[in-house]
T-cell receptor, first 115, second 112 residues
Framework: EAGVAQSPRYKIIEKRQSVAFWCNPI?????LYWYQQILGQGPKLLIQ????????DSQLPKDRFSAERLKGVDSTLKIQPAKLEDSAVYLC?????????????FGPGTRLTVT | KQEVTQIPAALSVPEGENLVLNCSFT??????LQWFRQDPGKGLTSLLL?????REQTSGRLNASLDKSSGRSTLYIAASQPGDSATYLCAVRLPGANNLFFGTGTRLTVIP
């Protein structure tokens, strides 16, 4: 079974520029998550989708961050304009609705550096 | 609000030693708890998942315990190896929610 795919793996941009990240979850997983992990901290949930609907985006800075999951499969996360404090690793995860565990599987992440 | 704490933040041990990593959480009404491993530049790999009704889970040299009433979990690593060097994160899930609340992690270094 293929894992969660993310691209790009690394991105360096200047502040006030825009950037987009892509995630392809495990096939058949209905739930998709985007997490932000700042250096030295644990991941923090930004947004959660179930199929193509948003379940939780309470921690998403909506003035500059946006995300979509068209057709309930792939997802993109966009930052516009970027700030220095957005430097972090952006992790995508997915989980199946089947079973009790609801275990999340993580992609390799995209490391964003804002200069 | 659920807060998850991991102590120590960093740990160095000689190869072959047994070690314990600690995780504590403020709200004991959790659905499950998961331990992850994170290698530099890589995503998270799930190690063990403990449901709230369980007391422990084992996988190879790893054993995770859960004491929900006291808000604590431990990850025991037996006979540590240099390949165990990584950051270990614990995360809890609340009932009715799918997202995870993560601790800040323990960075483990096993010295050959």
């Amino acid at each position: 079974e293929a894992g969660v795919a993310q691209s790009p793996r690394y991105k360096i941009i200047e502040k006030r520029q825009s950037v987009a990240f892509w995630c392809n979850p495990i096939s058949g997983h209905a739930t998709l998550y985007w997490y932000q992990q700042i250096l030295g901290q644990g991941p923090k949930l930004l947004i959660q989708f179930q199929n193509n609907g948003v379940v939780d985006d309470s921690q998403l800075p909506k003035d500059r961050f946006s995300a979509e999951r068209l057709k309930g499969v792939d997802s993109t996360l966009k930052i516009q304009p970027a700030k220095l404090e957005d430097s972090a690793v952006y992790l995508c995860a997915s989980s199946s609705l089947r079973g009790l565990a609801l275990e999340q599987y993580f992609g390799p992440g995209t490391r964003l550096t804002v200069t | 609000k659920q807060e998850v704490t991991q102590i120590p933040a960093a740990l160095s041990v000689p190869e072959g030693e047994n070690l314990v990593l600690n995780c504590s959480f403020t709200d004991s009404a959790i659905y499950n708890l998961q331990w992850f491993r994170q290698d530099p530049g890589k995503g998270l790999t799930s190690l063990l998942l403990i449901q709230s009704s369980q007391r422990e889970q084992t996988s190879g040299r790893l054993n995770a315990s859960l004491d929900k009433s006291s808000g604590r979990s431990t990850l025991y690593i037996a006979a540590s190896q240099p390949g165990d060097s990584a950051t270990y994160l614990c995360a809890v899930r609340l009932p009715g929610a799918n997202n995870l609340f993560f601790g800040t992690g323990t960075r483990l270094t096993v010295i050959p």
